[in-house]
DNA sequence: CGTGACATTGACTAGTATCAACCAAAGTGG
DNA sequence: CCACTTTGGTTGATACTAGTCAATGTCACG
């Protein structure tokens, strides 16, 4: 075979494409739905996926756009959220590696996301996915159990925004936090002195509370006051006593 | 064959169970899980199903109580909810025909349900329904939908508890109903004139909108008031001006 | 060292909750 | 049959939590 035409070979039908995801060294191996897969299949759905690099605070999802990508994030956070014509916004989730992005069974994203520090993302266009989802059933029925898990949360969340008071509402905020960072134990309570890095700004966690900035940093402090959790950095809380956060967060 | 080996034969083979539910004239024949079966499959599952009545005001689902029945709503009205310690209560939704209850990844039931007139439902137990999803993989993929669904609104239930007053909840809530209830056109708006039946209580939108009784009776005379309902009797809205009622539920 | 972004704290306000009175409709029982 | 009670809803007066507006503090960065 002629250099030339090997080459060309390889470029075709051996190298790796640039922008494929290098699924191998992923955070989100293990994670959400690509846990479903095995190493084999996944790199075969890989091929139908774009790696994008999203820059800190840039949307790349918005409310009503049409829905022609689904994404899968793979390092760092991403903010979702609603907003009202005015301008008063809230945060319907945080999601960091793993998290699978433009669920939904409308034409359109029912919310947008912007992208809190850099991220990276897998991005799949839907129709490829469809066709994944039919090779690999794994995959839906992953979906599914994703989707339900959702559901059980959400369902506790309109609790938190629906009827709990500021101060429970970051209590339950920090002890949730805790769980999605794998920080607790079977017993669902991180332990005492657990440090908490919370990537998101007081804005942030004013919207996702239903709260205004100045009642978040108001209820920190009276935690702090109370003894029940440190501030050494603004992005960083000691979990000084966790049961006392779920009795607060559960109004027990 | 003697006459009363036929008799047994009836009895095993051909005679229906009197609890198997009647699929051919059920309300939610058409809707929800079922309408993604032909009539004969449909027909065997419904052989794995118990129909039961429920109560006014009976409870027959508790939160965090083991999880051993799904539900699917054929007649009348259910609230599933979600309380604190101290009796404060988060309506988490209405359900009618054709939705199904119990989804959960976990264990334990995340809510709990109550019957608001009297019920009818279809039960069946996890293990029957997890041998359905196998045998009927459609039933799984319009799980997955219905799913999907319910996130989507769940986003927007996140935005009105979080964000919006009592006004917009309620002139949120009056349109949502609306939708539920397939009173609306094309464009998600309904009919000038449109009298809707609200099965539930004050007390129950209260704690569905995250407000008081007193508050949501209030923002009804405020919407009476301002000419954009009537309430002719205490069940039942008359939306006079419906294009009016989108504009302050989304803050336009 | 000045500037800007973000957070905290204080003073005051507003929207909703709470408490209470009142009302209407639907039982209940003598 | 009619007074009495009960239940659910409305309306008013007041309280309180969280929002708004403003001043101050803190930290990173040029």
Redesign the pocket.
Known sequence: MPDTLLRRFIQINLAKRVDAPHCEDCNARHAGLCDALSDDDLSLLANAAHSVSVAA?TGFMEEGAPATYFYNVNEGFVRLFKSLADGRRQIIGFAGAGAFLGLADTKTYVVSAEAMQGAKLCRFDRKSMRQAFITFPALERRLLEIAMHELALSSERFLLLGR??????LASFLLSWAVQMEFCTEDGVPPAGTMLHLP???????DYL????????????QL?KDGLVL?P???NVVLLKPHLLTRIAEAV
Chains 1, 2 share one sequence.
């Open positions: 605070e709990k008071t500021a101060r429970e509402r998101m700004s007081r804005t942030d966690i004013a239903g709260l205004t900035i100045e009642t978040v940093s108001r209820s920190f402090s702090r501030l950095e603004i992005h």
